[in-house]
């Protein structure tokens, strides 16, 4: 079956439409957010040094959105160079508060509930 031109008006019904239509608004400019006062643990992951591969944790965050009402997004975050790792049970319990030394998203400690989950290294960034 080929092209069929189009029944007659159509065009100029097409070109009255697409007329009316308004441009979309710019995008937003990102801001810039520090970390969340509080999160949620739902996953840690250690991996010992090793020749060839320093020792590394990888971690999952649930964090709250701005909007109060909004679902809580994870957040990924790889602490590379790592020297200190503890990780308490009481760590999954839920929402604790979050405390993180550095400039994120790279930074120096991430530290849940005042210490029942600890990772810190020389650096981290989002996996």
């Known amino acids: 079956m080929g092209q069929q031109p189009l029944p007659d008006g ?7 439409l697409l007329a009316t239509l308004e441009e979309p608004p710019p995008p937003k400019p990102a801001t810039k957010r520090g970390p969340p006062a509080r999160a949620e643990l739902r996953l840690a992951v250690y991996s010992a040094a090793n020749p060839g591969h320093e020792a590394a944790a990888l971690v999952n965050l649930a964090v709250p959105r701005s909007r109060e009402d ?3 997004a994870m957040r990924a ?24 030394t550095g400039d994120p998203p790279t930074a120096d400690s991430v530290s849940l509930d005042g210490g029942s989950f600890t990772a810190s290294g020389g650096r981290s960034t989002r996996a």
């Open 10 to 16: 159509t065009r100029e019904w097409v070109a009255r």
């Open 70 to 72: 909004a679902p809580w």
């Open 77 to 100: 975050l790889r602490i590379s160079d790592l020297d200190r790792f503890h990780l308490d049970g009481a760590a999954f319990r839920g929402p604790t508060p979050l405390q993180v």
